[in-house]
Every structure is written in structure tokens, then in C-alpha cells.
């Protein structure tokens, strides 16, 4: 597991393989959840599941993006941070946190080479 960030603040990203593609999940804040996923097959190509009233996909459209341009495998980024009444710098603190979390992995899965 990789984190970045502390206390409510603190958002966590785990990988795991599956077969030849990848499956992220990030989580964090407050409380955990599943508030969206988005699937990415090719460049370009995302499908996004999002929970009523949540504005996860943010997060994981664009870090599903990030973590395909690097990689090249298929992936599914589920994402969930939740933070009561999150002001603006809240939210900005959070997704900073979640991409530490993407250069981290991806630096990780890369053995620090990017492509």
C-alpha cells in the first residue's frame, strides 16, 4: 500500500495484477467508500461508473489516464476519499495527495524509468 498525506488528509492507493491488466483502488479522507470507477482500455477510451452524489471520478478519470499513458496496461481505478463539508483546498489537498500516490506507483511499477 502506498499513502501520502496524514490524518484526514491521508489517502492511500493499493494495486493489484490481474492477469495482464491492473486494478487501483484509492481510498481516503474520512471515511473509505466506493464512489466511482472508470475502466480504461486504450488511450482515450474511458468508461466511468459514478455513485449518486458523488464527485470521485475526478480523481479516477484522471489518474486512471496518468497510470495508462505510463504503463499500458488496461486498468480499473476505483475511487473513494471522503472529507464532511470539503472546502475547495480541502478537495485540491486530497487529489495533490492522490497524485503523490499515482507518481509513487508508477515510479514503483517503472523501476523508476518512465516512459
Request: charged letters at 30%.
Amino acid at each position: 500500500m502506498i499513502s501520502a498525506g496524514e490524518g484526514r488528509y491521508i489517502v492511500r492507493l493499493e494495486s493489484y495484477h490481474v492477469g495482464k491488466d491492473m486494478l487501483i483502488v484509492i481510498t481516503g479522507g474520512e471515511e473509505d467508500h466506493i464512489g466511482s470507477a472508470t475502466l480504461i482500455e486504450t488511450k482515450g477510451h474511458l468508461q466511468t461508473m459514478i455513485k449518486k452524489g458523488h464527485q470521485d471520478h475526478v480523481v479516477s478519470e484522471r489518474m486512471a489516464n496518468i497510470i495508462y499513458d505510463t504503463i499500458g496496461k488496461d486498468l480499473l481505478v476505483v475511487c473513494g476519499i471522503h472529507i464532511d463539508d470539503a472546502s475547495k483546498e480541502e478537495i485540491d489537498i486530497l487529489v495533490d495527495n492522490a497524485q503523490a500516490c499515482v507518481d509513487r506507483f508508477i515510479l514503483k511499477e517503472t523501476d523508476g524509468r518512465r516512459s
